[in-house]
């Protein structure tokens, strides 16, 4: 992708995005070592899982989903 402007260059495996849900998204919960530090909600970041179709928190970090174990997003 060329460099228009101020417009950003994308990265090619940018993070994929969560589909549109009628309800709000799938909450898979906060991830152990999260809670272990003792971070806030504000202080996690939140993590799609395409395997189980919803979003996890933890540490800015961390890669892999508490519920199925996913780390690719």
Not at 23 to 38: E, I, M, N, S, Y
Request: aromatic letters at 8%; glycine letters at 14%.
């Amino acid at each position: 992708m060329a460099k228009r402007g101020n417009e950003p260059t994308a990265f090619p495996q940018s993070r994929t995005q969560p589909p549109a849900t009628p309800g709000g998204f799938k909450d898979l919960g906060v991830t152990p070592l999260a809670r272990q530090l003792g971070l806030t909600d504000e202080q996690t970041n939140g993590h799609w899982c395409s395997r189980c179709q919803g979003i996890w928190f933890g540490y800015t970090l961390e890669a892999e989903c508490p519920v199925c174990g996913n780390r690719n997003g």
